[in-house]
Structure formats: C-alpha cells, structure tokens
C-alpha cells in the first residue's frame, strides 16, 4: 500500500511542503507590502494591506541610504574579485589538469582542502595582512581577500571541467604552432566557458553577499558595500520603518535578478561540489 | 624534479599568482592564527607571549562557556534538523508531485538573498510591536501577542536558528539532484513486490544517497560552529551574553584590542571543525548500495 497515495498520507505531505513554502515566501512578500505603507499605516495594523502604494519610500531609501554608492561598490567589489579569482584559477586547473609534473596532485589537493577551513577563524591574521599591505579601509581589501577566499571551490570545479576536455585539441594546435600561453587563451580557456560562467557566477554571488570582512576591513562609507549598509539602515532610517524595508527589499533585488538567469549554473556547481564529496 | 616536463617554466609562471594568493590567505592565517593565539597583543605594540595563558582564560570565562554551548546547538540544529528536514523534502519532491519544479524554485530562492537582507528580513518580524509574527499569532489565537521574540532570554537563541533552520533550499537541492539519479525502475520493482514508501525511501533511496546526505551534515555543522551574521544582526550577542557565538566572541575580542585572545577564539574553531568533519566521516561514513565502507 502507497501510504502517500492514502488522504491522509496527502495531506500529511502537503502539509510539509506548503509549511516550508509559507515560510519561503510569506515573510518576503510581508516585506515586499509594507515597504509600500505609510509610517502611519505600519504602526496601526502589520497586517494590513497600503492603502495607497507609497512609491515614495523607495525614493527616500536610495536617498537616506546611499543605495547608489552602496550599489556600486558591490559591484566594483564583486566583479574584480571575480574577474582575479577566475583568472588565477583557471590559470592553474590548466596547468594542472594537462601537465604532469612533480607535486601536482599534491597542489591540487591542498589547494581544494581549503574549502574546509572556516575562514572567519582568521579575522587576526587578515586583518593584519591587508593594514601590513596598507589597504585596510579600501576596495581593493575586498577584491583580494575575496577573490583568495574563493579560491578552492573555483579551481575544483574548474579544474574537473577541463580535466574533461580531450588533450587533442591541444596537441593539434601545438603542431600548428601555438605556444604555452596561446594553448591557454585561444584552445582551453574559450572550451572552459561553463566551468568558468559556473565559478564565476557562485563566486560573484558569495562576493555579494558577504559581510564579516567587509565589517572587519573596511569603515567608511565611500567604500562600504550593500550587505555592510543594511546593517547601518536600523540608525540611519530610525523609526521610517517602510522606507527602510523599501531600502531592504532594493538590496535583495540584484541578487533575485542573478538567480533568474543563472539560477542552472548555481545549482550545477553546488551540486557538483557536494556529490563528489 | 619539474624539470622532467619541458614545459616547466610555463607551468611555474601559471602556479605563482594562486601560489602566492593561497600562501598569503590560508598558509601564512593558519599558522599566524595559531603562533598569535599563544601572545597577548592589542595589534599595535610588540607581541607578548604567554603561552597557553590565553586558553586557560578563556575555558574559564563563561562568555566562552555559553559561546561554545550555543555553536554547539547550531552545529546539531543546522547539521541534523535542518538537514534532516530538507532531506524528508528532497524525498517528497524526488516523486514529482504536482508544481514540483516550483515548489523547488521557491525553496532556493531566499538562499540567493544575503543572509544579511535575511536576518532583517526576520528581525522586523519578530519585532514586539510591529512585526508579522505577533501579528499572525494575535489572529490565530484571538489574544494580543507582543512577545519581543528576540530580547527575551528564552526566546532568542530559538529565534535566530528558526530563521536559519526553515531555510532548507540548499540542502534539498543537492540531496534531490542525488536521489532523482536513481532509476525508477527500482522503485516500480520494489512496489510490485509489495514494499512500502517507507521500505522504499529507507532501503533503496538512503543508501545510495547516504553519502551525500553526510555531506550535507558535515557542511552544515561546519557551519553551525562558525555562525556570525544573523546573531550579529539581530542581538549582537544578547540578551546579556545568552545568544553568543565563539566567531562573536572573536569579532568582539578584536574590537576589545586583544588579538591574542581572539586568536585562541580562532584556534579553537579550526581544531574543532577539523575534529566534527573528522568525527563524521568515521563514525557515520559513506556507505554504497551494497553496504560496504567506501
């Protein structure tokens, strides 16, 4: 007997999923409305639906926030981060996955062994590294820490794409001539696209949405990132409760708008990092 | 040596920038975090050793006590509640019930959003007055809810592992993207032969998939011992010190200006994340379809 098949074996089961979804979706979609009420309308009633959409709110959070300065530093950051990260990994998952050479595997497996270790174990030690390099309160802090930070988990999943890639290729443009480096930029790497779009991707998201170096590296606000602003909305927007949930629910857009296109991408590189284990 | 590959020089200019990368942010902080932890230093004057001074004072502090309690308890609610639950889910969606496609979709998506937008998201509402939860609660029950879910002492730690816990999109995908590789021809032979759903679920879908559910445990519990953002965000730790973790501990330490203790903090999360992996990987291990250690 199919016990799920069974009313109540139905019900039990839409119970659970619905449960989760509720959860999933319910307290967005309550932020996402009263962003849109009045300060008034958000003290009388959490329930209620605005009466009039305040438009305004949204106008007041980019102002009161400094979403603009906050957005484009997540960008700069995120992007260069991922750009490096991307560059010097895929640098040498080629090396590796094509030439054989003493130590290899042991690079290999050191390098993708630091997926384990808990970074935030090491605010002492970074901190002190980027104030010794005197970037401390600056861009490039970000952009360097991330792009290491991301390290092991771009080089596996690149490394095990291009371990894919048949070495023929290779060997047929080597007789035409192609040296080293052109073997890398104009045969592997353009062959590489979806490991590197899949890296790329988790590696631009995690930079995104990080906060705890952003807290410990940086102070001023012409560098502060998206998710290190939120954390200062409760001061700066006081008791405009909608203007600041409108600033929240903006936050959160960009990284929506990623999943929507990417969303194949995220899912294959975190699945493929978990099964192999 | 490298030599032997004509190649060498190349391969040596392609390994410097992640050589020198790697060196600077995991070689070089795992052995200064540790060198560090055994110093008292405010990270301006010289350092000053003091052996295993700094960890007697911490095993000693109850700060550290409840710091360790409380990562402890997010280990084991993220590693087997939060897993647990996403894997009963992974299991019902793996059957393609109706909106399947969907329901995963909507599953992922908050875990696309920051943890940060998150922990706000949550922190309006559990607000006392104004927040949904309240709200809902005075709906369902008919009486007036004005619990300050997050100030109260024995309601706050529950509070914040509730808004990590439920979020299982993760989790679920990769466990489902595991079972969904079965065949169902293994699952249509089982029926004809009479086996239940829960003769099925246990005895075809958990084993193939064991290892990667012990994947799922390990990384959660990983990091469970390393939470920071959403308490930091909600209570800062509070009330009183009741919602503190040892990263807390750490981020607090350093802004207190002592960098040695907050490198024993430090210490202290490695050599025990290294041991829970350790532990788990033994002790639970990865079994195939026919029952051996893999």
Redesign the interface.
């Known amino acids: ?4 098949k069974t009313v109540a ?1 139905k019900t039990i ?2 119970v ?2 619905l449960f ?2 509720a ?6 979609v ?2 996402f409305l ?1 962003s849109f009420k009045t300060e008034a309308e ?2 009388s ?3 209620s639906m605005p009466a009039a959409w305040q438009f305004q709110n949204y106008i007041d959070a980019v102002n009161v926030a400094k979403m603009h300065i906050l957005f484009m530093n997540s960008v700069v950051i995120a992007s260069f981060a991922t750009l490096l990260n991307l ?3 895929s ?2 998952a ?2 590796v996955s094509r ?5 290899r595997n042991s ?1 290999s497996n ?2 993708v062994a ?1 997926v ?14 980027i104030r010794t390099l005197g970037l401390y309160d600056t861009r490039m802090a970000l952009v ?2 991330y ?3 991301n ?1 092991p988990i771009s ?1 596996f999943l690149i490394k095990s794409f291009m371990i894919s890639i048949p070495k023929d290729l290779e060997d047929a443009a080597t007789i035409d001539g192609c040296s ?2 052109q073997r ?1 930029t104009k045969v592997v790497l353009p062959l590489s696209r979806s490991g590197l779009v899949t890296a790329g991707t988790l590696t631009f ?1 995690w930079s ?2 990080e ?2 170096y952003a ?2 590296l940086t102070s001023s606000s012409k560098v502060r990132t ?2 290190l602003g ?2 200062f ?1 409760t001061t700066q927007f006081r008791s405009n ?1 909608p203007a600041m ?1 409108a600033a ?1 629910v903006l ?2 857009i960009p ?2 708008l ?2 929507v296109f990417f ?1 194949d991408k ?2 294959s590189g ?2 493929a990092g ?2 192999k ?1 | 040596m490298a030599t032997r590959n004509r190649n060498w020089k190349w391969i040596i200019i392609f390994l410097l920038p992640i050589a020198a990368m790697y060196i600077a942010f995991f070689i070089y902080p795992f052995i200064f975090v540790f060198i560090s932890s055994l110093m008292k230093w405010n990270g301006i004057s010289p350092m000053e050793f003091v052996g295993f001074g700094n960890y007697a004072k911490m095993f000693g502090a109850t700060t550290f006590q409840i710091s360790v309690r409380n990562n402890l308890i997010w280990a084991a609610s993220l590693g087997f509640l939060q897993v647990g639950l996403a894997t009963i889910v992974a299991f019902l969606l793996a059957r393609r019930p109706r909106f399947w496609k969907g329901l995963r979709t909507v599953y992922f998506v908050p875990k696309v959003i920051s943890g940060v937008a998150i922990a706000m998201l949550w922190k309006a509402v559990y607000n006392a007055e104004y927040g949904a939860l309240n709200a809902v609660l005075s709906l369902i029950t008919g009486q007036e809810w004005s619990l300050n879910w997050l100030g109260e002492f024995h309601t706050a730690l529950a509070a914040i592992i509730a808004q990590e816990v439920l979020y299982i999109g993760y989790f679920m995908i990769i466990i489902l993207a595991g079972v969904m590789s079965i065949p169902t021809s293994y699952y249509e032979a089982a029926e004809i032969d009479g086996a239940s759903v829960w003769q099925q679920e246990t005895l075809i879908t958990l084993p193939v998939v064991w290892g990667i559910v012990v994947t799922a445990m390990t990384l959660a519990m990983a990091y469970g011992l390393r939470h920071f953002e959403a308490t930091f965000l909600m209570t800062g730790g509070g009330p009183g010190h009741s919602t503190s973790t040892l990263a807390l501990m750490m981020y607090d330490k350093i802004g207190a200006r002592k960098l040695g203790e907050a490198s024993t903090l430090g210490t202290i999360l490695v050599v025990v994340g290294f041991l829970v992996i350790v532990t788990l990987n033994n002790t639970l291990g990865r079994k195939s379809l026919t029952g051996e250690d893999q």
Not at chain 1, 23 to 28: K, R
């Open positions: 007997m199919n016990i799920l074996g089961k839409w659970f999923l989760f979804f959860v999933a979706v319910l307290p967005l309550w932020l009263t958000f003290i009633y959490p329930l560059l010097i990994t640098m040498a080629f090396v030439e054989i050479f003493f130590l690079i050191v390098i630091g384990l270790m808990p970074i935030v174990a090491f605010m002492v030690p970074y901190l002190t590294l360097l820490t792009a290491a930070i390290i080089f080293f480096s890398y998201i995104w949405n906060f705890i807290l410990l998206i998710q939120i954390s909305f409760y949930y929240i936050a959160m990284s929506v990623v999943y969303h995220i899912i975190l699945t978990a099964v284990g």
